[in-house]
């Protein structure tokens, strides 16, 4: 009898999970383009990527790459893609598994989101400046090396999230019932709110309605729990010195940091500008997203390369090669 009772307590558990998860992925309508412009599709190794566009073909390109969480997408650049479309040809993909691009089931991976990045700019770009975040950072340097662009810049870049990979928190959120649980626990509106303030942004009024309400939405898209599930067994890391990536590169880098960063604090971005020999820009009153929390002030220091202004400030930090970093004001 226990045992019986055991076994429908179970089941009944299950179904109450399997009922939520149902009703969590019926809520979540079809995502519209977070940029304006011009909406098309890619199509790379069997998926469907989704990029919007703007700007006059004719000049120069400039492609952003969004950065890698469970919520990840393109959205991210709402801020500065209008701007830079008045002076460039603006592309902005999503990501294979994210957004408003094909999500199946695969075991994604570092290299095939390198891979990915590399094919995307000889296929859709000529001699591009790159913007990219986070671990697409890590991405795009590698891809660089076979790549023809024009510039990189780098917000926050990391090759590794995770220490080590773990291959059974990879199984378990792949599965049907209790990964697909655990992943809408963690990706539930208090969750997306709470990671954005904790470690996303430096103020938290950025962490708007809005913000919250389209990252749900891309977090509970048909199959959108695949592409996570990588990321959190970390296996979307790559096993790259960054440090070594970058300083082999023939190509101008720039490296842009929040002074506030927590998950990527900024001593590392002072440490990666030094090997790299890179070009470092710290911004005052921001976590990893200042291209979020300051996008004009991103854009007009960042890509114009126009002297500081605005009330966000910002400090420029040159290293030469083996010398320590020099600060102007």
């Known amino acids: 009898m226990k045992l019986r009772n055991v076994a429908l307590g179970a089941l009944g558990t299950a179904g109450l999970i399997g009922a939520a998860n149902r009703l969590l992925g019926r809520r979540a309508d079809?995502?519209?383009s977070p940029l304006d412009g011009e909406?098309?599709?890619y199509r790379w190794r069997g998926f469907d990527v989704a990029y919007a566009e703007a700007?006059?073909?004719d000049d120069p390109d400039i492609c952003l790459f969004h950065g890698i969480n469970a919520s990840g997408s393109s959205h991210e650049f709402r801020g500065i893609f209008d701007a830079l479309a008045e002076e460039y040809h603006v592309i902005a993909p999503d990501l294979p598994g994210f957004g408003r691009s094909d999500r199946p089931p695969l075991l994604y991976s570092g290299?095939?989101?390198?891979?990915f990045v590399g094919d995307f700019l000889d296929d859709m770009t000529e001699d591009a400046t790159v913007i990219a975040t986070s671990l697409a950072g890590a991405y795009t340097a590698v891809a660089a090396a076979d790549a023809d662009i024009e510039e990189l810049i780098l917000v926050c870049p990391d090759a590794t999230t995770f220490e080590g990979q773990r291959p059974l928190v990879r199984s378990?959120?792949?599965t049907p019932l209790l990964g697909t649980a655990l992943y809408n626990i963690a990706t539930c509106k208090p969750a997306i709110r709470?990671?954005?303030a904790d470690h996303g942004y430096h103020d938290e009024a950025n962490v708007t309605d809005e913000l919250v309400d389209y990252q749900w939405a891309t977090a509970h898209q048909p199959g959108a729990r695949f592409a996570p599930a990588s990321?959190?067994?970390?296996f979307l890391d790559l096993d790259a010195d960054l440090g070594d990536v970058l300083a082999d590169l023939d190509v101008p880098v720039t490296l842009v940091w929040g002074r506030q960063a927590t998950v990527s604090p900024l001593d590392d971005g002072e440490t990666l500008a030094k090997r790299a020999n890179a070009r470092l820009l710290v911004f005052d009153e921001s976590d990893v997203q200042p291209h979020v929390e300051h996008a004009d002030q991103f854009v007009r220091r960042v890509v114009r390369d126009e002297e500081p202004g605005g009330a966000t400030s910002i400090e420029i930090e040159v290293p030469g090669e083996g010398d320590p970093v020099e600060t102007e004001e």
């Not at 290299?111 to 891979?115: A, G, I, K, P």
């Not at 990321?231 to 970390?234: E, I, R, T």
């Open 111 to 115: 290299s095939l989101y390198t891979t």
């Open 231 to 234: 990321f959190f067994g970390g």
């Open 194 to 196: 709470y990671f954005n």
């Open 55 to 57: 700007g006059d073909p």
């Open 172 to 174: 378990l959120v792949r």
């Open 39 to 41: 909406t098309g599709t």
């Open 30 to 32: 079809d995502l519209d």
